[in-house]
């Protein structure tokens, strides 16, 4: 079955690092990968895409990465602040029956950046 | 103001009882989704709709109902048969094809009392 990992521990990083956060899938054959952020009792807000021909996409302090041999994204926040904390989605759309199929989401990683 | 606008924000219903979340969007977007959101579960997606008149079913769809009459609307129906209704719902929506990114609403918290 499809499946999307990502860290399921709180990631705890101090003010000023680089964050580094993985998602890892199987089963899937993604056209593209979305990462979302998530604060407590609100909805999810997109953040990047990155589509399977990119390796790298980068927008402000964000990277990402996707390693579509390695069925891997990578999320990076540099000079992480305080106010980056949250929960961070990574997100896929399969293909089914010739049309898009609704957005797999990922369990999300709990990041605090610690002053 | 474009968006996506889900009511109530807050919702107790008894055991055995249906219940109708809305959610309505000025995005003029095709795609609109529906989500349940438990505690270490992440978002599982419960219904999908690219066009008016259709929808597909996601990954936990027993128990609940929806329908899409109009573009900008598309209710989910809680129904009596959904186990463990007590739950956040997420609506989303977004423009269909595979680039597209989903815009959610802040979402319905149902409490079965």
């Known amino acids: 079955s499809q499946k999307i990992e990502q860290n399921s521990e709180a990631l705890n990083i101090q003010e000023g690092k680089t964050a580094t956060l993985t998602c890892n899938y199987t089963?899937?054959?993604?056209?593209?990968l979305q990462w979302y952020r998530q604060d407590p009792g609100r909805g999810p807000v997109f953040l990047l895409l990155?589509?399977?021909?990119?390796k790298e996409k980068r927008k402000e302090r964000l990277k990402v990465t996707f390693d579509t041999t390695l069925k891997q994204s990578l999320f990076h926040i540099t000079a992480s602040q305080p106010a980056d904390s949250a929960t961070y989605l990574c997100?896929?759309?399969?293909?089914?029956?010739?049309?898009?199929?609704?957005?797999?989401f990922g369990k999300g990683t709990h990041l605090i950046i610690q002053p | 103001d474009g968006g996506i606008t889900q009511s109530p924000k807050y919702l107790f219903r008894k055991e055995g009882q249906n219940v109708t979340l809305s959610c309505e969007q000025n995005?003029?977007?095709?795609?609109m989704y529906w989500y349940r959101q438990d505690p270490g579960q992440g978002l599982r997606l419960i219904y999908y709709?690219?066009?008016?008149?259709?929808?597909q079913k996601g990954d936990i769809a027993e128990g609940y109902s929806v329908s899409r009459e109009k573009k900008e609307s598309f209710p989910l129906t809680v129904t009596s048969a959904q186990k463990n209704p007590t739950a956040f719902y997420l609506c989303?929506?977004?423009?269909?094809?595979?680039?597209?990114?989903?815009?959610f609403g802040q979402g319905t918290r149902l409490t079965v009392v």
């Open positions: 989303a929506s977004g423009v269909t094809g595979l680039g597209g990114e989903a815009f």
């Open positions: 990155i589509r399977e021909n990119e």
């Open positions: 995005l003029n977007h095709d795609a």
């Open positions: 709709s690219q066009i008016v008149n259709d929808f």
């Open positions: 089963n899937y054959s993604p056209a593209y």
């Open positions: 997100a896929l759309r399969g293909y089914s029956g010739g049309g898009a199929d609704g957005l797999t």
